[in-house]
């Protein structure tokens, strides 16, 4: 189930609602919006002044190595852990960790577009393998380098708002 515009957002009463289901056997919720770095630089090959070149995408999880880049085989994780019910913080992309001498465990702080902070540990880091055949002067939201994941938690507590982009629902017995 996926929203077609943001103010249709998926609320937790609607994913409550899907999980009572008889043949529902877990869900994963996700969200997305696009973040400023507060205590570390973002990855970009343009000299862009504009928004755009400014912010990371973030996307948020219960269960990051499910309904992913990461599940496609898009992304795979080289050290650390995916986000899950009990692994909440943040995964970032390697250039980035390697551009800012970003390690496992080190906090780092995202703000929203009304100030909003949240600091958030590193729990694991990962790979594309396409980040060196990006066009040279994309926009850092678009980077994929700047593609940032987090907990549904984390993302609620930045953003205050409850609700979701998309949900993707698992049945016990799928036909």
Do not use: H, W
């Not at 990051?64 to 943040?90: C, Q, W």
């Not at 066009?135 to 987090?150: L, T």
């Amino acid at each position: 189930m996926e929203i077609l515009k943001e103010d249709d957002r998926i609320t937790p009463d609607d994913v409550e609602g899907i999980k009572d289901l008889e043949e529902v056997s877990t869900v994963n919720c996700l969200a997305k919006n696009d973040v400023f770095p507060v205590n570390f630089q973002l990855v970009t090959g343009s000299d862009s002044t504009e928004a755009s070149n400014q912010k990371a995408s973030l996307l948020s999880y219960d269960n990051l190595e499910n309904d992913s880049g990461f599940s496609e085989g898009v992304y795979r994780l080289v050290s650390g852990s995916y986000i899950a019910e009990d692994i909440k913080g943040i995964v970032i992309n390697s250039y980035l960790a390697d551009a800012n001498q970003l390690k496992l465990g080190d906090l780092i702080e995202l703000e929203n577009t009304n100030g909003k902070r949240v600091p958030l540990e590193i729990v694991g880091i990962f790979l594309s393998g396409n980040e060196s055949k990006q066009p040279e002067g994309m926009d850092s939201v678009n980077r994929i380098e700047n593609q940032i994941f987090i907990d549904n938690i984390s993302y609620s507590d930045l953003f205050e708002t409850d609700g979701y982009a998309k949900v993707a629902v698992y049945c016990k017995n799928p036909e």
